[in-house]
């Protein structure tokens, strides 16, 4: 069982993961569906994005910490450094071994007989996020547990 504090640290730590994670997402997509940026330089900055934005959540929210340890920081950025390559690396695999697979969204216009894509997206570039987003959410809730909010 565990602990309800870490319930609680858990839960905040999925919402701030959640917030996280669109920030990844959206910036993932924008940057190299929008913009063709290739797919490792989109996910790092997108990775890197949402770790500013996790940092800034997590340190004041989940952990409760105000006060200004630069050692701390720097603990999280390691950490993050080491799951944020984990992350991109992940994400590679998964879009290597996933099938490439769009999923479109269709109008169809019954009285004329036709059909119309109103969007498509790549589902398998969803599906390599999410998965490479498990990776490193479990790398960094137990590295923020375990070494850098660690309770004295």
Known sequence: ?????TYIQLTKFGIVG???FAVDLTLYYLLSEC???????SKA???ISA?????YLNTKWTWGQTDKDKGRFARYMLLYIISGA????????????????????FFENIELGNSTILTSFK???????ILATMVGMVVNFLGQKLWIFKED
């Open 86 to 105: 984990l992350n991109v690396g992940s994400n590679e695999f998964f879009l290597f071994t996933i099938p490439e697979s769009n999923i479109n969204i």
């Open 35 to 41: 913009f063709g940026f290739p797919t490792y330089i």
């Open 123 to 129: 589902s398998h570039k969803f599906a390599a996020v």
């Open 1 to 5: 069982m565990i602990s309800r504090d």
């Open 51 to 55: 770790t500013l934005f996790n940092y």
């Open 45 to 47: 900055l997108s990775v």
């Open 18 to 20: 959640g917030l996280s």
